[in-house]
T-cell receptor, first 111, second 113 residues
Framework: GDSVTQMEGPVTLSEEAFLTINCTYT??????LFWYVQYPGEGLQLLLK?????DKGSNKGFEATYRKETTSFHLEKGSVQVSDSAVYFC??????????FGKGTRLHILP | DTEVTQTPKHLVMGMTNKKSLKCEQH?????MYWYKQKAKKPPELMFV???????INESVPSRFSPECPNSSLLNLHLHALQPEDSALYLC????????????FGSGTRLTVV
């Protein structure tokens, strides 16, 4: 079945460092891909999405490109801030009315 | 209005209690979802409603009973829960089913004692 694999955390970086969180997927057909962010004590927020190959989603300085050839959707940000500390979930949406989440990556940014 | 509103934010209930979680959206979304999230885990899908009809039940125990009174409201009725049912319960909605991306509420943190 469809699945999402993302790098294990926690990831700890210093402020202004470059961030990459790896995500790969397995799916039949052409899923939509998402990154969600969850701040402590809150629900999930859609951070960015891409609906077809080579699309780039971007928001708040974060970017991810839908790579069909490598079945990847890695999240990147050029300069992280303390306020980016959260849990990040990579996810895919298929035709079965479901969104399938990866296990989540906890990000800690040190001042 | 671009939000999904869940009430209550916190709920403590005994194993013999009956309670309900509520979810509301006014974005005209036609699909609504209940998810359960345990600590440090991803959300797990429980139910999907499409056009006010239950379309997916992920083999959820009958002590959880969903209800969709209209296209803007989604309830989750709880009865005879177990301590292991303690979790964050998230409601979400989307324009339509099929992976368009969800808008999540901030959740109800449920503790069963």
């Amino acid at each position: 079945g469809d699945s999402v694999t993302q790098m294990e955390g926690p990831v700890t970086l210093s402020e202004e460092a470059f961030l990459t969180i790896n995500c790969t997927y397995t799916a039949t057909g052409y899923p939509s891909l998402f990154w969600y962010v969850q701040y402590p004590g809150e629900g999930l927020q859609l951070l960015l999405k891409a609906t077809k190959a080579d699309d780039k989603g971007s928001n708040k300085g974060f970017e991810a490109t839908y790579r069909k050839e490598t079945t990847s959707f890695h999240l990147e940000k050029g300069s992280v801030q303390v306020s980016d500390s959260a849990v990040y979930f990579c996810a895919l949406g298929n035709r079965d009315d479901k969104i399938i989440f990866g296990k989540g990556t906890r990000l800690h940014i040190l001042p | 209005d671009t939000e999904v509103t869940q009430t209550p934010k916190h709920l403590v209930m005994g194993m013999t209690n009956k309670k309900s979680l509520k979810c509301e959206q006014h974005m005209g979304h036609r699909a609504m979802y209940w998810y359960k999230q345990k600590a440090k885990k991803p959300p797990e899908l429980m139910f999907v409603y499409s056009y006010e009809k239950l379309s997916i039940n992920e083999s959820v125990p009958s002590r959880f009973s969903p209800e969709c009174p209209n296209s803007s409201l989604l309830n989750l009725h709880l009865h005879a829960l177990q301590p292991e049912d303690s979790a964050l319960y998230l409601c979400a909605s989307s324009q339509d089913v099929g992976g368009a991306g969800y808008t999540f509420g901030s959740g109800t943190r449920l503790t069963v004692v």
